[in-house]
């Protein structure tokens, strides 16, 4: 994994483009024009530097918006020495990502993540994807490869203008590395607020986690696949409201804590995790994310469930908790074993159907 993660960036990026034959900037149109203002000031060395705004959003990552990409890259005449730099949150990295991975065989990628969720998790690992349409509905990042990029720039003024929501998102990521951890960073993130000065210490730490992880096991052959806790529910929700067209659209983090709060219930059944622990863990997660009224039922979470990356030879795998720190990521569903304590998780919540 040869790939760099720095808070010194500028002068990172420069180095780095001085020998680029063009600098193309896919940059979130949600953000204010001094971000990409300042990225194009930094890359005015280059004489070719081209620059592209898209809304950001679960609904970029579709084959329409990639070749939307592409032909904006072979119309300015991006070749296989130019740089693809995504400026925004999860859904810029992981189109632009897999637009550099694929274009002309792939292109060097340069990712400056703008939310809390891109800087813990997003920018960090290589994967990259758009969400496949298929007969069961929107599924996520079932296209995609492993890209990574050749710099990571954080930049904590970038998450000045955050709305609260996206703020948890991230926190919900940071929960996720956190519960692989244990010990003192999950206390150190129990007593801090959902807020980015509060935060912020924390983030890089946070980064730090996935980063170890994903130095050992690049293609999730193995050891990687723990990351996914609490994303085999959490991309179901998330693919359903996708389907839905919900203008409420649940950001990924907070879709990841649903999970995971599924998941401690799901622990203290099959893996013994303390029962006492999972009920204050979950209280603090509720009380952070906030409480939901509806949730899909058992049938329509299974069906995305079964279509889950994780799974092997029509299993569907999920990662469970012994105790923060102490993670079992060979758990297999049995479909009426994960009925029964879904509908019994809804009822203990008193969630309604969607």
Not at 29 to 51: A, E, G, Q
Not at 206 to 216: L, M, Q, T
Not at 240 to 252: M, P
């Amino acid at each position: 994994m040869n790939s760099v993660r720095s808070t010194s960036w500028r002068k990172e990026l420069k180095s780095h483009i001085r020998e680029k034959s063009l600098v193309f900037l896919l940059a979130d149109s949600n953000l204010p024009d001094s971000y990409s203002m300042d990225i194009m000031k930094v890359c005015k060395i280059k004489n070719k530097t081209h620059l592209l705004k898209i809304k950001g959003g679960e609904q970029i990552k579709t084959h329409q918006h990639l070749i939307k990409i592409y032909n904006e890259l072979d119309v300015v005449g991006a070749d296989r020495k130019s740089v693809l730099i995504c400026l925004g949150g999860g859904t810029i990295s992981d189109l632009g990502g897999f637009a550099a991975s694929t274009y002309k065989r792939g292109i060097d990628l340069v990712i400056l993540p703008t939310t809390v969720v891109g800087m813990v998790d997003a920018a960090i690992g290589g994967k990259n994807g758009i969400n496949l349409e298929s007969n069961v509905g929107i599924l996520k990042n079932q296209i995609g490869t492993f890209h990574q990029p050749k710099l990571t720039g954080i930049d904590f003024k970038w998450l000045d203008s955050l709305p609260q929501d996206e703020i948890k998102s991230g926190w919900g990521e940071m929960l996720k590395h956190a519960l692989l951890k244990g010990g003192s960073h999950l206390e150190q993130l129990k007593n801090a607020e959902p807020n980015i000065a509060s935060l912020a210490p924390l983030i890089i730490e946070s980064g730090n986690i996935k980063e170890g992880i994903v130095r050992r096991d690049v293609k999730e052959n193995g050891e990687r696949v723990l990351l996914n806790l609490g994303h085999t529910v959490g991309h179901a929700i998330e693919s359903l409201e996708l389907d839905a067209s919900t203008e409420s659209e649940i950001k990924h983090g907070i879709a990841v804590a649903w999970g995971i709060v599924f998941t401690l219930e799901v622990s203290v059944i099959k893996m013994g995790f303390n029962d006492a622990m999972a009920k204050e863990l979950i209280k603090w997660i509720v009380d952070i994310i906030g409480y939901r009224e509806k949730m899909w039922g058992s049938k329509e979470i299974w069906l995305k469930m079964c279509k889950d990356k994780k799974n092997i030879n029509g299993n569907v795998k999920d990662v469970l908790l012994r105790n923060p720190g102490d993670v079992d990521w060979s758990f297999t569903w049995e479909r009426e074993e994960f009925t029964i304590l879904w509908e019994q998780f809804r009822k203990r919540y008193e969630l309604t159907s969607c």
